[in-house]
């Protein structure tokens, strides 16, 4: 099949892929109705073409909290991702490492913090969720910080989880339970190489590390509902910063109210994130929430966005309603389940490639000049 776009791999993803792990990384919650608009809401904001502005240089790299990057894009944290692609953590990581982009490891995955790390040369970025367990939580923090990652990406978006009802048909979560006749054993020819071969379920690398019991995916949304802390407040910021002392950015930010409130609580970034339509159906898409929070913050923290980006004209978007960088998902996820490592950096070039096109026609130079002038009815504030 013919790739040209992180659309081809959707699809191309969805012929090989097991169906229910598909549908885990291609769904959301409720009605999918936020997912619908994470899409439509940001391809549907138009580019302000200009012309005739020699565009023979282009740059896309940025800089972010010191490191270099390609093109204003970090591979996003998503959850068993190694059910995607052999030791898929490292494949992903390996791809970001190559194209010269971050990658950010779940705290869900399945490789763990020292089994990915030790395989890049760049350092990678780690998310944290909040579990009841502070316990967990400090030593994930600890071993993150020995591995050497430089970025905490801090989860705030899911102290409960949102239902998912594709995951329940699917038997990714509910009553089919899919899943746990693979990891029992049962297996697909797709994960022949760790349960069929080596008889090996596929576990929560970093999570069973620490329980020292193998923690695995039967009941993913149960085990959420179990683990996760909805007294999740501002205070877990403080302790989580007596433990880390790099760069922290607070994932899940849609209200600019809240954005404000980490400037307060001394985040260096934030992610204007609905975790891709996957938590609370009926919030704003990302791309509707960014202008008034990049209005109350843009300059005070570094704003990442994700929630919606399916090329490189979608970064040029949300550089142009505010963000700094972006933060990649599915598209990458369809992309690995496709073609492993290989997938995800031809992935990455198209989004590059993309990209420039759109520089090059709405006459931005740099991502620094990527302003709301590139977008039609949208202006710079004075
Ligand atoms: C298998 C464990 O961010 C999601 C993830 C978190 C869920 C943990 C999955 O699905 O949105």
Redesign the pocket.
Same mark, same amino acid.
């Given at each position: 099949m013919i790739i040209s776009s992180a659309n081809d791999y959707r699809k191309a993803a969805k012929r090989k892929v097991p169906p229910f792990m598909f549908h885990?990384a291609d769904g959301g919650s409720y009605n999918e109705l936020t997912l619908e608009k994470n899409v439509t809401d940001l391809s549907n904001i138009a580019l302000r073409q200009r012309v005739l502005k020699d565009m023979s240089e282009l740059d896309t790299e940025i800089e972010l909290f010191g490191e270099k990057l390609s093109l204003p894009a970090i591979l996003a944290?998503?959850?068993?991702l190694g059910m995607y692609a052999r030791r898929g953590e490292v494949q992903a990581a390996k791809a970001a490492d190559n194209k010269g982009i971050p990658f950010t490891l779940?705290t869900?995955s399945i490789c763990a913090i020292e089994e990915v790390a030790p395989q890049i040369n760049r350092p990678m970025w780690f998310q944290l969720?909040v579990l009841k367990d502070r316990g967990f939580m400090k030593n994930a923090l600890e071993r993150a910080k020995a591995a050497g990652c430089t970025t905490l990406v801090f989860?705030v978006d899911?102290p409960t989880?949102g239902a /998912?009802y594709r995951d329940m048909h699917s038997g990714m979560s509910g009553p089919l339970k899919e899943i746990r006749r693979v990891i029992q054993g049962a297996t697909h020819p797709f994960w022949a190489w760790d349960v069929g071969i080596k008889g090996k379920p596929h576990t929560?690398g970093n999570v069973s590390h620490y329980m020292g019991k193998q923690v695995g !995916?039967d009941d993913?949304i149960g085990? !959420?509902g179990e683990n996760f802390d909805p007294s999740i407040s501002w205070k877990d910021l403080e302790w989580i910063r007596e433990f880390w002392d790099g760069p922290m950015v607070i994932k899940g930010i849609l209200d600019p109210e809240d954005a404000k409130d980490a400037v307060r609580f001394g985040a260096d970034g934030i992610v204007v994130s609905n975790?891709?339509g /996957?938590?609370l159906d009926g919030v704003l898409s990302s791309a509707k929430a960014l202008p008034p929070i990049a209005d109350a913050v843009k300059g005070d923290i570094k704003i990442l966005a994700d929630s919606g980006v399916r090329n490189g004209l979608d970064i040029v978007r949300m550089i142009a309603l505010g963000a700094d960088a972006c933060m990649l998902g599915r598209s990458f996820v369809y992309a690995l389940g496709a073609n492993g490592q290989a997938g995800v950096e031809n992935m990455l070039d198209i989004f590059k490639k993309e990209m420039k096109v759109a520089m090059t026609l709405t006459s931005n130079k740099s991502v620094a000049d990527i302003t709301p002038e590139a977008l039609v009815g949208y202006t710079q504030k004075p």
């Open positions: 885990y944290p998503v959850g068993a779940s869900v969720y989860t899911m989880p /998912r929560l !995916l993913y085990w !959420l975790h891709g /996957r938590q």
